[in-house]
């Protein structure tokens, strides 16, 4: 952790504004900022922006306590004083934005299970879930006089679905805006969202684009579906078996975004994804050997595409083999490079 304090007013905390605090990343970053305890050599506070009614409405500058603090915001307000209180603003030092419609899941009565869940109307909502979100967020910051760190979520299949096999990895300097499939096409409106903050060059606010892997999780995400699967018997290749997979322990997600807040150096696209990545055979193995099952039951292409239909074929079949370049010459430690350490943290921790 640095010493150097760099808060954005005479607070003695290092405030960070939060969305989708009560999601898979949200948790596992409130855990680790509770874990360290610092942020730029100040004690952390998190504030929880939500939409509920129910959120705290509190002057900031009156709490001297470090607890959570909820806060209500309205991501549909005409100007920036209506979307986020702009004495809340003011407090704040950085503004991470996680929240987002989920992808594997549909809005039917099956869409828990994630049978063929893009129809129109949720690749709408997926969209609209974080393009509109992101863009009032960017406003409230570009409209602040002080600076900011903005830290908006996105993901690896910015790059497309296409890696399959022994393939060369990619990492931010490649260029996202050929990117092929439904992934590619939210990041890039994703990732176009947060200009507003980034226009603002008076400001001199930083913006970074978080292009998240796969985490893995027991709390949520792939493997929280996919270990009870396992334990039971019933795990196996999907498809060839030759996809790439990029991912991510949740322990070491969240200690890269305390890095992230920490180290000014970053900007713009940032992978979030372990030095090793694998393939969904290596996966699979891994598994099966952390939990000592066998994984001899395959799900074929055939069956992916007509029970997931494009999520499946994207998500499943497809792959994207990333590596974390600025997040490891910026001098962030993985404590789980590979995807055997990262399904043991998974196992072994509580978030």
Same mark, same amino acid.
């Given at each position: 952790?640095?010493?150097?304090?760099?808060?954005?007013?005479?607070? @003695?905390?290092? /405030?960070? %504004?939060?969305?989708?605090?009560?999601?898979?990343?949200?948790?596992?970053?409130?855990?680790?900022?509770?874990?360290?305890?610092?942020?730029?050599?100040?004690?952390?506070?998190?504030?929880? !922006?939500?939409?509920?009614?129910?959120?705290?409405? @509190?002057?900031?500058?009156?709490?001297?306590?470090?607890?959570?603090? /909820?806060?209500?915001?309205?991501?549909?307000?005409?100007?920036?004083? &209506?979307?986020?209180?702009?004495?809340?603003?003011?407090?704040?030092?950085?503004?991470?934005?996680?929240?987002?419609?989920?992808?594997?899941?549909?809005?039917?009565?099956?869409?828990?299970?994630?049978?063929?869940?893009?129809?129109?109307?949720?690749?709408?909502?997926?969209?609209?879930?974080?393009?509109?979100?992101?863009?009032?967020?960017?406003?409230?910051?570009?409209?602040?006089?002080?600076? @900011?760190?903005?830290?908006?979520?996105?993901?690896? %299949?910015?790059?497309?679905?296409?890696?399959?096999?022994?393939?060369?990895?990619?990492?931010?300097?490649?260029?996202?805006?050929?990117?092929?499939?439904?992934?590619?096409?939210?990041?890039?409106?994703?990732?176009?969202?947060?200009?507003?903050?980034?226009?603002?060059?008076?400001?001199?606010?930083?913006?970074?684009?978080?292009?998240?892997?796969?985490?893995?999780?027991?709390?949520?995400?792939?493997?929280?579906?996919?270990?009870?699967?396992?334990?039971?018997?019933?795990? %196996?290749?999907?498809?060839?078996?030759?996809?790439?997979?990029?991912?991510?322990?949740?322990?070491?997600?969240?200690?890269?975004?305390?890095?992230?807040?920490?180290?000014?150096?970053?900007?713009?696209?940032?992978?979030?994804?372990?030095?090793?990545?694998?393939?969904? @055979?290596?996966?699979?193995?891994?598994?099966?050997?952390?939990?000592?099952? =066998?994984?001899?039951? =395959?799900? =074929?292409?055939?069956?992916?595409?007509?029970?997931?239909?494009?999520?499946?074929? &994207?998500? !499943?079949?497809?792959?994207?083999?990333?590596?974390?370049?600025?997040?490891?010459?910026?001098?962030?430690?993985?404590?789980? =490079?590979?995807?055997?350490?990262?399904?043991?943290?998974?196992?072994?921790?509580?978030?």
């Amino acid at each position: 952790m640095t010493t150097s304090k760099t808060s954005s007013d005479g607070s @003695k905390y290092f /405030t960070v %504004g939060l969305t989708g605090a009560s999601g898979l990343v949200g948790t596992a970053l409130r855990d680790e900022l509770t874990r360290q305890g610092r942020v730029n050599g100040k004690p952390v506070r998190v504030v929880r !922006l939500i939409r509920s009614d129910q959120a705290e409405q @509190k002057d900031l500058n009156a709490v001297d306590d470090g607890n959570d603090i /909820t806060l209500k915001w309205n991501p549909k307000g005409s100007t920036a004083n &209506e979307i986020l209180s702009p004495e809340a603003v003011a407090s704040m030092d950085a503004i991470v934005h996680l929240s987002g419609e989920n992808v594997a899941t549909g809005l039917g009565p099956l869409g828990f299970a994630g049978i063929r869940p893009w129809t129109d109307a949720k690749k709408k909502e997926i969209i609209d879930s974080r393009v509109i979100t992101t863009k009032a967020l960017a406003n409230v910051v570009a409209a602040s006089p002080k600076p @900011k760190s903005f830290l908006v979520a996105s993901g690896i %299949g910015a790059y497309g679905d296409n890696f399959i096999g022994d393939v060369n990895a990619v990492d931010e300097s490649v260029d996202i805006s050929q990117s092929k499939g439904f992934l590619a096409e939210v990041s890039r409106l994703w990732e176009e969202a947060t200009l507003p903050a980034t226009k603002a060059s008076k400001q001199k606010h930083r913006v970074v684009n978080m292009r998240f892997g796969v985490v893995m999780s027991t709390k949520g995400g792939a493997l929280a579906k996919l270990y009870p699967i396992f334990f039971l018997g019933g795990g %196996g290749l999907v498809g060839s078996g030759r996809q790439c997979f990029s991912f991510i322990s949740a322990r070491d997600h969240a200690r890269a975004i305390v890095h992230t807040l920490e180290s000014k150096q970053l900007s713009g696209p940032v992978n979030f994804c372990a030095p090793q990545p694998c393939t969904n @055979k290596e996966f699979t193995e891994a598994l099966g050997k952390a939990i000592n099952r =066998p994984t001899l039951l =395959p799900l =074929p292409e055939f069956a992916v595409s007509l029970l997931f239909g494009e999520m499946g074929n &994207e998500m !499943l079949l497809g792959g994207t083999r990333a590596l974390p370049g600025k997040l490891l010459k910026s001098g962030f430690k993985f404590g789980h =490079p590979t995807i055997a350490d990262a399904i043991a943290s998974a196992l072994k921790e509580n978030i």
